[in-house]
């Protein structure tokens, strides 16, 4: 399921769960959804970030480190 199916899968059952209400399995289908989505926004910000440079004002650049 590529990420567009997942976010229109969460946009049906979060309007069903408007309208009226989810049984427990479409419950537990949208908990699954939206932490498949979240993991994958979280590793999309981690692969930018391991990617980004400091550029400072003499020309020089320094990559971001991570913090524990």
Same mark, same amino acid.
């Given at each position: 399921m590529n990420m567009n199916e997942?976010? %229109?899968r969460i946009n049906? @059952? %979060?309007a069903k769960a408007k309208a009226e209400g989810l049984t427990p399995e479409e419950t537990a289908e949208r *908990?699954? @959804?939206r932490r498949v989505y979240i993991d994958s926004v979280k %590793?999309? @910000?981690t692969g930018q970030l391991d990617n980004t440079y400091i550029l400072y004002? *003499?020309?020089t650049k320094k990559k971001v480190e991570r913090k524990n």
């Open positions: 997942v976010i %229109a049906v @059952l %979060a *908990d699954q @959804l %590793a999309s @910000l004002p *003499d020309g």
